[in-house]
């Protein structure tokens, strides 16, 4: 496994929730909300993912029936563990967060869950490590479960935006200087393949709009913009510990950015992979 430096796994809790969540299902079209019983998050962050989903279990099945659902996630940073859990209001001894190397999970969480999860680790596995991550999910998997596999593309660039451009370039040269892969979703089927024997296999792409690339007219509002600049400022700590450039490019760059999605002028798409197998019964 990559022993570079370790992204913080809240770096992008601010697109789970705000973005991620209204554009992305909560699971692949093919998986009943209904046969869900145990669910694992691997690599979870502060697993607003989680939580979304035992809300959508519960409007389905109703409170009684939700009691029996089990949502867990797994993260390796103790920080984030803590905090993740703290955040937990309703589905409290429902929704668990456990401190644990998704690499190597404990034999406890072995052939245990109806629906294993990847989703959004680009920035954190090296291309060299997808392998071993899929076996641990299919490891944790029950036979007949779901496995699923969510990445993104990098937004495509645009013609009219130079600052653009050039932000995605850093944004993909610091991925793969800090040990992830930016570039996994053209290797995604193929690796997923080849990862375990499969009942079945489904797979999606879903395109999301960055920004606010639309029709309307008119400067986007201060809210919105207020959102935006967090977080793309919120990858200024990634940028500077990558070294793809200064502190006074990065602002400058960013101001440009902001400007153009301000007065709608930036056409971006941001393309997500998901591919889903269904682990086949002994």
Known sequence: MSSMPVLDARLFAAFQIELLRACLPLVPQGVSLARLGTVLDVGCGLHQWGKDLFSAITEQAGKDLAKEVRIDGIERDEAV?????????????NIQVYQADMYYLPEMLHQRYDLVQ??????????????????????????????????????????????WNRWLGWIEQAVQRLGGSPGISAEMDTIFRSAGTWER???????????FSSTMQGRVGDEQM??????????????????????????????QVLEAFAWRQLQSTWIWHTICGRKKDL
Not at 238 to 254: F, G, P, R, W
């Open 201 to 211: 296999i489904e797979s999606a792409v879903i395109p999301i709009q960055p920004g």
């Open 81 to 93: 563990v803590a905090q993740a859990n703290g955040q937990i209001r309703a589905g409290r001894g």
């Open 118 to 163: 990847a989703r959004f680790l680009s920035p954190y596995v090296s291309p060299s490590d997808w392998p071993i991550l899929l076996d641990q999910l299919i490891q944790a998997a029950r036979p007949g479960a779901w496995v699923v596999w969510i990445e993104p593309d990098l937004p495509t660039p645009a013609p009219a935006s130079p600052a």
């Open 226 to 255: 207020r959102k935006l600049h967090r977080h793309l400022s919120a990858l200024h700590p990634v940028l500077l510990t990558a070294k793809v450039a200064s502190i006074q490019q990065l602002d400058e760059t960013l101001s």
